[in-house]
């Protein structure tokens, strides 16, 4: 082929690949065009409601395709990749997972790695529900390569963050306000958790207790659309293996009640564990002085280490808990060391106390190195051999009435609930997963005791804890959360008048009278703040002339009480008014005037939002 021909083909085909961008470019704009021109014709509650089922549809959708995709990479690499021992594949593919997602953010996402719950919560309260559009599609891609290829986490929190990113991006190409906003993110959310275990009503108690924690609503219509149609998807597309189902239990029998009432403690105990396990991971690669890549090198060959020790850590490990549920324990052991050994009993419970211990270690090692997942299935995981466990143990004691798979399914809600700080989620997740509504009484019972025993540890989630302090997300205490919507540079009072430090009384009675204020700003001659002049400061000699020319303004200024920085939030703000009982203070940054900001400026700005936000 000559030059020409080369060069003439590659226009074709440049030419062809603009006009295809144009042409869905046109597309868009004109389904844009359809929904604005609903928009407007529509009353906010029905638009609301239509923006709900597409929300829905669409997270639903996102939900189903990551689901699908990490289904299909499993039996790719099951089924069609062989190596001559499982110790390789064990060892091959978690590391694979880790070191690839880190290489995609680095290559891809511009190192972007803030990721899983605490990014929602987080851009909710100080990024007024605007999420990046980037999340409507990396967490996918990143979340689908680690727990494809292995990686010991879980898919739901970046589903839940993928759809959050979809609710609130199509929220702002309709110009919604921050209570719809919000209210989108959350469906979106919703969609992608009730997707993801076929459980509508445990994706509504997920936006309820985690994500609008402190935020006030009463239109509930949007999550409940969009709930349903994340629950249809999943249960019209996926295939019984790819959804979280689990069908064989016992009737609940009342004199079991104190067993699960042990359960529940122990839920507790191992919730608190498996929380102080992530921080102390979280802090070890934090204050890691290693390149991205380097930590995820490192985390990969942890991982892929426990995974060929004990392979039910290997990828979400669902199956496994599904082999427990179903009275099948022996079969967690088949690619294990431990099937060269004679089978006992004590060897089955040592196996699983094993794997339900350093499951803690394997998914914050999988998170905190470098892949994307979260703490969900991890969590389940968790929960259900350590019922299992429990249950093995009992039945050891001589209690052959104990019903192991019953315990295995309580246990998964019990450690939830302690772990997310999310008792409903853990109680209807599990209900809904299992038809099991039959077991709410120990489902409550189990959740209800762990969920208190965490709370009695840590009043808000470890996991959001230094948030929580900083003031970068919401908690229960709503007036500070109105405080943080307000932004510093709306309260900032920058029409100041502002007078040299070696300026005359004369010069500073003449800036009185042009002006309104009752506070007056000092600068030297670098232009650096030096100070502040009250009307208060000079109102005994304002009216002699004698004193005009002789007093100088370095007399008569004074250091301002306290001092903002552009970097204090409001709460911290007001703190610093009512220790000092002043009602103007200075906003200066690198020792320059930027402003004022008065106490009457943020009350008058927050009881505009409380009447906003208020149901009132």
């Given at each position: 082929?000559?030059?020409?021909?080369?060069?003439?083909?590659?226009?074709?085909?440049?030419?062809?690949?603009?006009?295809?961008?144009?042409?869905?470019?046109?597309?868009?704009?004109?389904?844009?065009?359809?929904?604005?021109?609903?928009?407007?014709?529509?009353?906010?509650?029905?638009?609301?409601?239509?923006?709900?089922?597409?929300?829905?549809?669409?997270?639903?959708?996102?939900?189903?395709?990551?689901?699908?995709?990490?289904?299909?990479?499993?039996?790719?690499?099951?089924?069609?990749?062989?190596?001559?021992?499982?110790?390789?594949?064990?060892?091959?593919?978690?590391?694979?997972?880790?070191?690839?997602?880190?290489?995609?953010?680095?290559?891809?996402?511009?190192?972007?790695?803030?990721?899983?719950?605490?990014?929602?919560?987080?851009?909710?309260?100080?990024?007024?529900?605007?999420?990046p559009p980037v999340k409507m599609?990396?967490?996918?891609?990143?979340?689908?390569?680690?727990?494809?290829?292995?990686?010991?986490?879980?898919?739901?929190?970046?589903?839940?963050?993928?759809?959050?990113?979809?609710?609130?991006?199509?929220?702002?190409?309709?110009?919604?306000?921050?209570?719809?906003?919000?209210?989108?993110?959350?469906?979106?959310?919703?969609?992608?958790?009730?997707?993801?275990?076929?459980?509508?009503?445990?994706?509504?108690?997920?936006?309820?207790?985690?994500?609008?924690?402190?935020?006030?609503?009463?239109?509930?219509?949007?999550?409940?659309?969009?709930?349903?149609?994340?629950?249809?998807?999943?249960?019209?597309?996926?295939?019984?293996?790819?959804?979280?189902?689990?069908?064989?239990?016992?009737?609940?029998?009342?004199?079991?009640?104190?067993?699960?009432?042990?359960?529940?403690?122990?839920?507790?105990?191992?919730?608190?564990?498996?929380?102080?396990?992530?921080?102390?991971?979280?802090?070890?690669?934090?204050?890691?002085?290693?390149?991205?890549?380097?930590?995820?090198?490192?985390?990969?060959?942890?991982?892929?280490?426990?995974?060929?020790?004990?392979?039910?850590?290997?990828?979400?490990?669902?199956?496994?808990?599904?082999?427990?549920?179903?009275?099948?324990?022996?079969?967690?052991?088949?690619?294990?060391?431990?099937?060269?050994?004679?089978?006992?009993?004590?060897?089955?419970?040592?196996?699983?106390?094993?794997?339900?211990?350093?499951?803690?270690?394997?998914?914050?090692?999988?998170?905190?190195?470098?892949?994307?997942?979260?703490?969900?299935?991890?969590?389940?995981?968790?929960?259900?051999?350590?019922?299992?466990?429990?249950?093995?143990?009992?039945?050891?004691?001589?209690?052959?009435?104990?019903?192991?798979?019953?315990?295995?399914?309580?246990?998964?809600?019990?450690?939830?609930?302690?772990?997310?700080?999310?008792?409903?989620?853990?109680?209807?997740?599990?209900?809904?997963?299992?038809?099991?509504?039959?077991?709410?009484?120990?489902?409550?019972?189990?959740?209800?005791?762990?969920?208190?025993?965490?709370?009695?540890?840590?009043?808000?989630?470890?996991?959001?804890?230094?948030?929580?302090?900083?003031?970068?997300?919401?908690?229960?205490?709503?007036?500070?959360?109105?405080?943080l919507l307000l932004k510093m540079?709306?309260?900032?009072?920058?029409?100041?008048?502002?007078?040299?430090?070696?300026?005359?009384?004369?010069?500073?009675?003449?800036?009185?009278?042009?002006?309104?204020?009752?506070?007056?700003?000092?600068?030297?001659?670098?232009?650096?703040?030096?100070?502040?002049?009250?009307?208060?400061?000079?109102?005994?000699?304002?009216?002699?002339?004698?004193?005009?020319?002789?007093?100088?303004?370095?007399?008569?200024?004074?250091?301002?009480?306290?001092?903002?920085?552009?970097?204090?939030?409001?709460?911290?703000?007001?703190?610093k008014f009512d220790d000092v009982?002043?009602?103007?203070?200075?906003?200066?940054?690198?020792?320059?005037?930027?402003?004022?900001?008065?106490?009457?400026?943020?009350?008058?700005?927050?009881?505009?939002?409380?009447?906003?936000?208020?149901?009132?």
């Open positions: 082929m000559s030059k020409f021909s080369r060069l003439r083909k590659y226009h074709h085909f440049f030419r062809f690949k603009k006009d295809f961008e144009q042409n869905s470019l046109r597309r868009a704009k004109s389904y844009e065009l359809v929904l604005h021109w609903l928009h407007g014709k529509m009353n906010r509650q029905q638009f609301l409601l239509l923006s709900g089922i597409l929300v829905g549809c669409s997270a639903g959708l996102a939900g189903v395709v990551l689901k699908s995709l990490v289904h299909y990479i499993h039996y790719v690499i099951t089924y069609k990749v062989h190596f001559q021992t499982q110790v390789i594949f064990y060892l091959v593919f978690p590391f694979l997972g880790i070191v690839l997602t880190t290489l995609v953010v680095i290559w891809f996402f511009k190192g972007q790695s803030r990721k899983g719950i605490p990014a929602i919560l987080h851009e909710i309260a100080l990024n007024s529900s605007l999420i599609y990396s967490q996918i891609l990143q979340s689908a390569i680690t727990v494809g290829l292995g990686g010991s986490a879980g898919l739901e929190s970046p589903i839940a963050v993928t759809g959050a990113a979809l609710g609130s991006n199509f929220a702002r190409t309709y110009h919604l306000g921050y209570k719809e906003r919000t209210l989108l993110l959350a469906a979106g959310a919703t969609a992608g958790i009730a997707a993801a275990f076929n459980a509508p009503i445990a994706g509504m108690m997920f936006a309820f207790e985690i994500l609008l924690t402190g935020v006030v609503f009463s239109d509930f219509m949007p999550l409940i659309v969009a709930a349903v149609c994340g629950s249809l998807l999943s249960k019209i597309i996926l295939q019984e293996e790819a959804l979280f189902h689990f069908e064989s239990r016992v009737a609940f029998n009342y004199h079991n009640v104190p067993y699960y009432i042990a359960l529940g403690i122990i839920s507790g105990f191992y919730a608190r564990y498996y929380v102080v396990i992530s921080k102390k991971i979280e802090q070890f690669f934090h204050h890691l002085k290693w390149t991205a890549l380097q930590r995820a090198i490192l985390g990969g060959i942890l991982v892929s280490a426990l995974c060929v020790a004990l392979p039910p850590l290997f990828g979400e490990g669902y199956t496994s808990v599904k082999s427990l549920a179903s009275g099948n324990g022996e079969a967690i052991l088949q690619n294990s060391f431990f099937r060269y050994l004679p089978m006992q009993s004590w060897m089955l419970l040592a196996f699983t106390g094993c794997v339900c211990l350093l499951k803690a270690l394997a998914a914050s090692v999988t998170i905190q190195s470098g892949g994307n997942g979260g703490n969900f299935a991890p969590s389940l995981f968790a929960g259900g051999f350590l019922g299992f466990f429990y249950a093995m143990v009992c039945q050891q004691m001589g209690l052959t009435n104990i019903p192991v798979t019953n315990f295995v399914i309580v246990g998964m809600a019990g450690v939830m609930a302690g772990v997310m700080y999310a008792p409903l989620t853990a109680i209807f997740l599990i209900a809904e997963s299992s038809s099991g509504y039959d077991l709410f009484i120990p489902l409550m019972i189990v959740s209800t005791i762990s969920f208190l025993m965490a709370k009695w540890f840590s009043p808000i989630s470890p996991e959001l804890q230094e948030l929580a302090k900083e003031g970068k997300v919401f908690t229960r205490a709503h007036d500070k959360n109105i405080l540079e709306d309260v900032i009072e920058k029409d100041v008048q502002i007078i040299t430090i070696d300026a005359t009384l004369r010069q500073l009675i003449e800036l009185v009278k042009e002006g309104h204020r009752n506070i007056i700003a000092v600068i030297n001659h670098q232009q650096l703040f030096a100070g502040i002049i009250t009307l208060d400061d000079i109102r005994p000699i304002m009216f002699n002339p004698e004193l005009y020319d002789i007093v100088t303004v370095k007399k008569l200024m004074q250091a301002p009480p306290a001092v903002v920085s552009l970097k204090d939030n409001i709460d911290t703000v007001i703190k009982q002043a009602w103007n203070l200075p906003v200066v940054q690198d020792k320059r005037l930027i402003g004022f900001i008065s106490k009457s400026s943020i009350l008058n700005k927050y009881r505009l939002l409380l009447q906003e936000y208020s149901e009132g």
